[in-house]
């Protein structure tokens, strides 16, 4: 053994499998329903099955959710065709576009770009530790310059919800 600890598991969004299989189903029902309908009008040839099965095929890839994993000192976010990574020890900048259709962007020391759903953080608050600990170390070591607030609101809102959970899963609310 060479004396180093094993790295940790990445952590991810505990509710990426449930969305992946929302996602499936839809298209699925999708392509089953529009099959149906045209058997039903004797209206299904081959030409018009592949039109259904290339709509059903954008449906699932615009319902699928990118995947979000977190480790010591990175975040990546993967979709169908690509994937992001941002050291979250060496950021530059943070920033939030948008209210109710809100995206985060991050950007390291190393111009890599990641862009992902802040919801996403809100509701994993293990997959935020990670992120959280590597926005405090780029503020430690001044290479975050620019949004440093904007991780400070996601932590409140973050924060809150949980309570919220709490309270809920107590029976006060």
Same mark, same amino acid.
């Given at each position: &053994?060479?004396? =180093?600890?094993?790295?940790?598991? $990445? ?11 929302? !996602?499936?189903?839809?298209?699925? /029902?999708?392509?089953? &329903? ?15 099955? &592949?039109?259904?099965?290339? &709509?059903? /095929?954008?449906?699932?890839? *615009? ?14 976010? %993967? #979709? ?21 259709? !809100?995206?985060? +962007?991050?950007? @390291?020391? @190393?111009? %890599?770009?990641?862009?992902?759903? $802040?919801? *996403? ?16 170390? =780029?503020?430690? =070591?001044? +290479?975050?310059?620019? #949004? *440093?607030?904007? $991780?400070? %609101? ?6 809150? !919800? ?7 899963? =107590? #029976? *006060?609310?």
């Amino acid at each position: &053994m060479d004396g =180093s600890r094993p790295h940790p598991a $990445p952590t991810g969004d505990r509710h990426w499998r449930t969305s992946a299989r929302f !996602a499936t189903s839809c298209a699925v /029902a999708f392509f089953g &329903m529009t099959l149906l309908v045209d058997w039903d009008a004797h209206t299904l040839t081959a030409p018009r099955t &592949m039109l259904w099965l290339v &709509m059903t /095929a954008a449906i699932f890839t *615009i319902l699928l959710p990118q995947r979000v994993t977190a480790g010591p000192g990175w975040l990546a976010v %993967r #979709g169908l065709v690509r994937r992001q990574v941002v050291r979250t020890d060496a950021l530059v900048t943070v920033r939030q576009y948008g209210d109710v259709s !809100a995206y985060l +962007t991050l950007r @390291d020391t @190393d111009g %890599r770009r990641l862009d992902l759903d $802040p919801r *996403i953080l809100v509701t994993n608050p293990l997959l935020w530790h990670e992120p959280d600990t590597g926005v405090r170390r =780029s503020r430690a =070591s001044g +290479t975050l310059l620019e #949004g *440093i607030d904007v $991780p400070e %609101r996601l932590r409140h809102e973050i924060d809150d !919800a949980e309570a919220r959970a709490v309270l809920r899963a =107590s #029976g *006060i609310t």
